[in-house]
């Protein structure tokens, strides 16, 4: 099996990498223009028979032979994704047409890596996969959660019309090592902010909610997903939900508990409560999440301290 993962040097792109490769029948390929991700995520890689590195941007045309597509490319974190909205918009719409002229010319099956901001603002919680969402259309959100919208239509569009085999993953907050440090997410900044000895920043009001996913977890979903027999979309995440304080609390306890937690000022249109309603993954892809928030902060921990110099005595 060759299986691209456009994305594949960035967070959830390189955990999924590690565990294609797990499979000697495998061969992967990663196209990836580092504006988010590094070599570094992949360095275990670099040189092995059965994997390839490419620098490439997805917005460009693809010509390569491959049996499967997991397509992953465009920033996660809003910091990012904001930072030039028109790229952002560009890398999901004319990105994702690639990849399915792509997968339609070779007949190889892709996965869309869509997101819970597909369901914006949500009026119904906890969100199932029939529910169509409330998005701001012309929002500073917009490029990131309108751009995986039309990817969506994009995926159902080309398996309507030219019979491709498509999955729609819709993914919930997801943390784990190898986040990038200072990408503005909210594990990672108290993580970082736990580690440095620095106050943990809740933004108001703070009771806004989410629900975080390891990523172990997640790329377990992915590819059973890919391997099943589904087009989804189907929700990915830990349904387990908390508040931004809760989160800190959480944090402080078990990294940091020196550290003090204060509020600051909040970003336009923050959804404020977020949780998966994961009954369509379990039956259809036996899938739940393992490992309990209380659980993954930790296993980030040594990570994140080893990137920041910061050694757990300290
Ligand atoms: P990430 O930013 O770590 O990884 C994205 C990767 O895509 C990076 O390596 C980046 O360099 C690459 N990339 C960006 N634009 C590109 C382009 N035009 N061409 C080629 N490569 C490009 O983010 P992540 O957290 O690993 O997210 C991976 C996917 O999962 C994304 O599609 C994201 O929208 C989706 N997702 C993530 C989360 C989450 O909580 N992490 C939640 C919902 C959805
Ligand atoms: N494409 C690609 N690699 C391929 C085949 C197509 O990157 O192997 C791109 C191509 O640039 C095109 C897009 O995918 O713009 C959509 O392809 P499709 O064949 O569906 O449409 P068309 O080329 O007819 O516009
Ligand atoms: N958030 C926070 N402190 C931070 C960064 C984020 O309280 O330092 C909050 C933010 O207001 C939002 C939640 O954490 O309600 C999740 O934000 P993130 O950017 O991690 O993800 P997303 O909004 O995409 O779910």
Same mark, same amino acid.
């Given at each position: 099996?060759?299986?691209?993962?456009?994305?594949?040097?960035?967070?959830?792109?390189?955990?999924?990498?590690?565990?294609?490769?797990?499979?000697?029948?495998?061969?992967?390929?990663?196209?990836?223009?580092?504006? #988010?991700?590094?070599?570094?995520?992949?360095?275990?890689? +670099?040189?092995?028979?059965?994997?390839?590195?490419?620098?490439?941007?997805?917005?460009?045309?693809?010509?390569?032979?491959?049996?499967?597509?997991?397509?992953?490319?465009?920033?996660?974190?809003?910091?990012?994704?904001?930072?030039?909205?028109?790229?952002?918009?560009?890398?999901?719409?004319?990105? #994702?047409?690639?990849?399915?002229?792509?997968?339609?010319?070779?007949?190889?099956? +892709?996965?869309?890596?869509? #997101?819970?901001?597909? $369901?914006?603002?949500?009026?119904?919680?906890?969100?199932?996969?029939?529910?169509?969402?409330?998005?701001?259309?012309?929002?500073?959100?917009?490029? $990131?959660?309108?751009?995986?919208?039309?990817?969506?239509?994009?995926?159902?569009?080309?398996?309507?019309?030219?019979?491709?085999?498509?999955?729609?993953?819709?993914?919930?907050?997801? $943390?784990?090592?190898?986040?990038?440090?200072?990408?503005?997410?909210?594990?990672?900044?108290?993580?970082?902010?736990?580690?440095?000895?620095?106050?943990?920043?809740?933004?108001?009001?703070?009771?806004?909610?989410?629900?975080?996913?390891?990523?172990?977890?997640?790329?377990?979903?992915?590819?059973?997903?890919?391997?099943?027999?589904?087009?989804?979309?189907?929700? +990915?995440?830990?349904?387990?939900?908390? #508040?931004?304080?809760?989160?800190?609390?959480?944090?402080?306890?078990? +990294?940091?508990?020196?550290?003090?937690?204060?509020?600051?000022?909040?970003?336009?249109?923050?959804?404020?409560?977020?949780?998966?309603?994961?009954?369509?993954?379990?039956?259809?892809?036996?899938?739940?999440?393992?490992?309990?928030?209380?659980?993954?902060?930790?296993?980030?921990?040594?990570?994140?301290?080893?990137?920041?110099?910061?050694?757990?005595?300290?």
């Amino acid at each position: 099996m060759r299986i691209l993962v456009t994305g594949g040097a960035g967070f959830i792109g390189s955990h999924l990498v590690d565990k294609l490769m797990e499979n000697e029948k495998n061969e992967v390929i990663v196209a990836d223009n580092f504006f #988010t991700g590094s070599k570094d995520n992949l360095k275990k890689w +670099i040189g092995h028979p059965r994997f390839e590195l490419i620098r490439h941007d997805v917005t460009e045309q693809l010509l390569i032979e491959v049996d499967q597509i997991y397509h992953l490319a465009c920033p996660a974190s809003p910091i990012f994704y904001k930072y030039n909205p028109v790229k952002t918009i560009k890398t999901n719409v004319i990105g #994702t047409l690639n990849m399915l002229g792509l997968a339609k010319r070779v007949g190889a099956r +892709i996965l869309l890596t869509s #997101t819970s901001e597909v $369901y914006g603002d949500p009026l119904e919680h906890p969100q199932p996969e029939s529910y169509w969402g409330n998005v701001n259309p012309i929002g500073v959100r917009s490029c $990131y959660d309108e751009g995986k919208r039309v990817a969506e239509t994009l995926m159902f569009d080309y398996h309507r019309q030219h019979g491709i085999e498509i999955r729609i993953a819709r993914i919930f907050n997801t $943390y784990g090592p190898r986040m990038n440090i200072d990408d503005g997410r909210v594990v990672s900044n108290f993580i970082a902010q736990a580690i440095r000895g620095e106050p943990l920043t809740v933004q108001v009001p703070g009771t806004q909610t989410r629900s975080f996913c390891y990523v172990s977890d997640m790329v377990d979903g992915l590819i059973r997903l890919m391997e099943g027999e589904n087009t989804g979309p189907i929700n +990915i995440g830990n349904p387990g939900e908390f #508040t931004m304080i809760e989160l800190a609390e959480n944090v402080k306890e078990l +990294i940091n508990p020196k550290v003090e937690i204060n509020m600051v000022e909040n970003t336009p249109d923050d959804p404020r409560q977020r949780k998966p309603d994961i009954t369509k993954a379990k039956e259809l892809l036996g899938w739940e999440p393992k490992v309990k928030l209380r659980d993954g902060l930790p296993l980030m921990e040594e990570d994140f301290r080893q990137r920041l110099g910061v050694p757990k005595s300290n």
